[in-house]
Nanobody, 124 residues
Framework: QVQVAESGGGLVQDGGSLRLACEFI????????VAWFRQAPGQEREFVAA????????LYDESVKDRFIISRDNGKNMVYLQMNNVKSEDTAVYYC?????????????????WGQGTQVTVSS
């Protein structure tokens, strides 16, 4: 049974930085791709970034490219999202999802395991 759990959210000022963490609980972590999605109030969940099981493949939404960095530590079963130069439109609940087929895609329907989310609020 695979579980993921997000942490690291909070209140951050516009232009500031924050690092989110996604802990993977289960076996064969390096065979799973992991992605971050986010959902703002009244909006649908949207893709942020994905990373392949090996960590060599990365995919970013255009809205966060050059500001956010996704990384993983397979020795610790962790995936991170470094958020730099945050903007008010980054305010949302952030979720991580894991895909056992390692497709590192932007489609949320491809991810089978989701956490409860962590709130990120950017203040101006």
């Amino acid at each position: 049974q695979v579980q993921v759990a997000e942490s690291g959210g909070g209140l951050v000022q516009d232009g500031g930085s924050l690092r989110l963490a996604c802990e993977f609980i289960g076996r064969s972590f390096d065979t799973y791709s992991v992605a971050w999605f986010r959902q703002a109030p009244g909006q649908e969940r949207e893709f942020v970034a994905a990373i392949s099981g090996s960590g060599t493949g990365h995919l970013y939404d255009e809205s966060v490219k050059d500001r956010f960095i996704i990384s993983r530590d397979n020795g610790k079963n962790m995936v991170y999202l470094q958020m730099n130069n945050v903007k008010s439109e980054d305010t949302a609940v952030y979720y991580c999802g894991a895909d056992a087929k390692d497709r590192w895609s932007d489609g949320d329907f491809l991810y089978q395991n989701w956490g409860q989310g962590t709130q990120v609020t950017v203040s101006s």
